[in-house]
């Protein structure tokens, strides 16, 4: 069987300056939501998934949505259909949010049907609800995820970093919710398993902030601290008040400290970001 192919960014050289259409849901019953610490969460399976619901973690989404975005050099994804001359018929957005990227794709794709599919019903009088449940052959499958392992290139991460204490911490919790963290990678051979062929691994990076010297990466890196700072309460309040018994302010104290760690220029981390993707064969291959 071929190895995946597999794209790794260059090295990020830090910068001395100074700091600165459709949405399926699974049932009307998950319109009753969980309401915890000032937050809302999905009722479908109650607590599998840990981050929130409400118009923050949707504004938040819909930013995250343009970082991936600018990432991409303006494209919605990387594998065939997303290309601007590529002609679909049906596409699925599982886990679409907002559904904004649902509503990118159909602008670009007018010919296409495109369903996007989430535990939440944030849409339901935009989209007519239907749901897809096969992958044609010779279509795509393409997995575009963040690895929450933060990483540096050149030591400046110290291993006692709040960052890196934070981590442990949520890795504890999904294994105490039943739901450890996948590592990314893994889903190559899943894939590859499944029977896809042409697998692709394009490895991005998210600087934590605007310390890289290149422009692009600084952009990057400014928008990415804008994301994850806003997004840390949506993050972490659950798995640590959940799993580790913690009160709100004391995770709201805890997120203050880990802020303070984010921006923090000397520390020239990144978030790996992954976009995996094949094609199911066709019936003659």
Known sequence: MAQPQQVDPAAIVPDNTDLQSSIASISSSILNYRRENGRTYHAYKDGKYALPNDEAENERLDLQHNLFLLTFDDKLGLAPPNKPDAKVKHVLDIGTGTGIWAIDYADEHPEAQVTGVDLS??????????????????????????????????????????????????????????????????????????????????????????????????????????????????????????????????????LAHQRKAMADRNTHAYWPLYSIYGRKPYKED
């Open 121 to 254: 019903p944030i849409q339901p009088d935009l989209f007519h609800a239907y749901m897809s449940s096969n992958l044609v052959p010779g279509g795509y499958l393409e997995i575009q995820e963040v690895d929450i392992n933060i990483k540096s290139d050149d030591g400046s991460l110290s291993p006692d970093n709040i960052m890196l204490k934070s981590l442990a911490l949520l890795n504890e919790a999904s294994v105490m919710f039943g739901r450890p963290y996948l590592d990314i990678l893994s889903l190559v051979d899943i894939m590859k398993n499944i029977g896809f062929e042409d697998v692709v691994v394009e490895k991005f990076k998210w600087p934590i902030n605007s310390w890289p010297r290149d422009k692009k990466a600084k952009l990057l890196g400014s928008w990415c601290y804008t994301n994850m700072a806003c997004g840390l309460e949506a993050f972490t309040m659950a798995p640590l008040t959940r799993a580790h018994g913690w009160t709100p302010e004391e995770v709201n104290l805890w």
